[in-house]
Nanobody
């Protein structure tokens, strides 16, 4: 079992930056691929980025490529999502998930509670 807790969300103006953290406890975190997803009001939960066990490979949604960077520190049991050049359309609740290397939310076994990101124009 893995417990995930996101933090770092908040309100920012367009063009600004935020860094989200996903802290894990429980089973060995380094055994899991980790993904970030987001859900805006009235929309389905969508893929943002994922990172493999060692951090050697990453993948991004086209909408965030070049602006977001996912990374992990297995010694700290934490995965990060650095978000730069934020846009109003990035506004959503952001979730981290563990247990897969997939763009499909249903593939992941463990989820955090989410953290709100609001970008104003």
């Amino acid at each position: 079992q893995v417990q995930l807790v996101e933090s770092g969300g908040g309100s920012v103006q367009a063009g600004g930056s935020l860094r989200l953290s996903c802290a894990a406890s429980g089973r060995t975190f380094s055994s899991y691929g980790v993904g970030w997803f987001r859900q805006a009001p009235g929309k389905e939960r969508g893929f943002v980025a994922f990172i493999t066990l060692s951090g050697g490979a990453t993948r991004y949604a086209d909408s965030v490529k070049g602006r977001y960077t996912i990374s992990r520190d297995n010694a700290k049991n934490t995965v990060y999502l650095q978000m730069n050049t934020l846009k109003p359309e990035d506004t959503a609740v952001y979730y981290c998930a563990a247990g897969a290397f997939s763009t499909t939310p249903e593939k992941y076994n463990y989820w955090g509670q989410g953290t709100q990101v609001t970008v104003s124009s």
